[in-house]
């Protein structure tokens, strides 16, 4: 499903972030890419919703190169893509609802709709009865959910998790893992990094290690184990 | 398309309102430009109408010699009549010079006594002599005294009021030039402030056009609401700053020119009028500026976060 072929990232002053990378990521798999900071875990990730591009090699989604892809087009292919970040990026001065409603607004989705699949979505995430919460009025965990909860709103193909239990304690970390594996298991295929062994290690799939910008394991069940 | 104009619309009116002090305060800045234009503008304006009052009272006075007939006056009147510089010219006969000097001066009594004692009448009849354009005054006075009457008359009084007319000349140039300067000088000001606010305003909003990138809005989806944003500010703006600059023109005037009076007068009324009457010049003017000023100042200060 995404391909990574040769795929180098080299920045201005000559720092290569990535080197010759290559794997693929099956439909419906769970993939996790563990990795200390500055190891390139984010521009691997960036790479497969576009918003960074390879300096060599390219990558692959459904057999087609993301180079050949138009800036105009670009809006509509991440829609095949969830994002959640560590910083949840949710808009302070709307609503849970509005966040998650913000998404599907852009793309031009009529309102009913709008009604009917927003609320559906939050109760999924266990945010049923928060809908008209403000950002700054949930727990770091709830945020996330929400976050989660948007990135599942155009029902996409895969969903890219960069460190999104970086910001929480232990138990909510292992509450927003335990909704990735759900996920995953309604046929989403996610990828997820992560340097939270706990995390990494309870969740027991496919690991991808990176250190220095190169990939150094590929491990199924893998747990974390970085020197 | 429809759909995405209400949408962005509607996410407007949302900032407009949840953004608080900064909308407040992009408002007042905006206010404060536009009200500074409009009154200098007006200020300007009205000191200039008045001087040019002035200048279309000057005249100069011809006087003929005491025995002149009539007739000959007459003929002198069509002749001035015939240059193109010279706008009107009214006959004041002798009698008519007495009757007008008894009644200016009625209540100089040494004077009407000693008028009495001449017991004639000692006044000259005269010509006088209105120009189209003040500046014309001397070329008006040269054609006067190289005409064939110019062995009739016994005085010209632009020797006087010479003077006179070139200071008020160069005080309209002055004050309409300075009007203009300051018009210019005001303008640049109120634009840079007013762009640099909105662009606080806009960087204020930096994080969040990143995260709907990220959700996938297009760029022309995300630019919208700044638009109508921008064209809410201007619009009301321009409509703040009307209703201020009326309370002004209609209470300022008592406060300010307490004892201006004589030729030049600038009185609340006055003002009013002229506020009523260019009202929807003004405001136009006004909306124009300040939504133009909004929606650009919106689009250039978010060019930078929508790249790529």
């Known amino acids: 499903m995404i391909k990574f072929e040769n795929v180098s990232k080299i920045y201005k002053d000559d720092f290569h972030a990535l080197q010759d990378i290559n794997f693929e990521i099956q439909p419906g798999e769970f993939l996790i890419v563990v990795g200390p900071s500055g190891a390139g875990k984010s521009t691997l990730l960036k790479m497969i919703y576009a918003a960074e591009a390879p300096t060599a090699g390219e990558i692959y989604f459904d057999n087609v190169p993301l180079s050949s892809l138009s800036k105009s087009k670009l809006p509509e292919y991440r829609r095949n893509i969830g994002t959640v970040f560590q910083d949840f990026k949710l808009l302070s001065r709307k609503t849970a609802f509005e966040n998650v409603a913000y998404a599907l607004e852009v793309s031009g989705c009529p309102k009913e709709e709008i009604k009917e699949d927003v609320p559906q979505i939050l109760e999924i995430v266990g945010l049923g009865e928060k809908l008209n919460k403000y950002p700054h009025e949930l727990s770091a965990g709830e945020q996330q959910r929400v976050a989660i909860a948007r990135a599942l709103i155009h029902k996409p193909l895969v969903i890219v998790a960069d460190e999104p239990t970086g910001n929480l304690d232990p138990v909510a970390s292992i509450e927003i893992l335990d909704l990735l594996l759900k996920i995953n298991k309604l046929g989403t295929t996610v990828v997820l990094a992560s340097h939270d062994k706990a995390v990494v290690d309870k969740a027991a799939k496919r690991v991808i290690c990176l250190e220095k910008g190169a990939m150094t394991c590929d491990t199924p069940k893998g747990k974390y184990k970085l020197k | ?308």
């Open chain 2, 1 to 308: 398309m429809w759909l995405t104009i209400t949408r962005t619309f509607k996410e407007a009116l949302h900032n407009f309102i949840r953004n608080g002090w900064l909308t407040v305060a992009t408002v007042v800045v905006l206010i404060m430009s536009l009200y500074v234009v409009s009154t200098v503008y007006i200020t300007t304006f009205i000191v200039n109408e008045n001087l040019k009052n002035v200048q279309d009272k000057l005249s100069v006075s011809v006087y003929f010699k005491a025995d002149t007939t009539e007739k000959t006056i007459e003929d002198a009147k069509d002749f001035f009549q015939k240059n193109s510089d010279v706008g009107d010219v009214v006959y004041v006969s002798k009698e008519q010079a007495l009757e007008n000097f008894k009644k200016y001066n009625a209540n100089n009594e040494e004077l009407m006594q000693s008028l009495e004692e001449i017991g004639e009448n000692p006044l000259w009849p005269s010509l006088v002599v209105t120009a189209n354009d003040s500046q014309k005054y001397e070329d008006i006075v040269g054609y006067v005294k190289s005409s064939p009457y110019r062995e009739e008359i016994s005085q010209i009084n632009f020797d006087k009021t010479k003077d006179a007319i070139d200071k008020l000349n160069s005080i309209v140039k002055t004050t309409e030039r300075t009007g203009i300067t300051l018009i210019f000088i005001f303008s640049l000001i109120a634009v840079l402030i007013t762009f640099n606010t909105i662009r606080v305003t806009i960087y204020a909003h930096k994080k969040e056009i990143g995260i709907m990138r990220l959700v996938g809005a297009s760029n022309s989806y995300i630019r919208l609401p700044f638009i109508f944003e921008g064209f809410a500010y201007g619009l009301g703006s321009a409509i703040i700053s009307m209703v201020i600059l009326f309370l002004t023109l209609r209470f300022a005037p008592s406060f300010i020119f307490i004892n201006v009076s004589g030729p030049i007068s600038i009185s609340s009324h006055d003002l009013l009028a002229f506020y009523w009457h260019n009202f929807f010049i003004i405001l136009a003017i006004e909306a124009g500026m300040g939504i133009v000023l909004g929606v650009f100042s919106s689009l250039i200060a978010m060019r930078k976060y929508l790249k790529t």
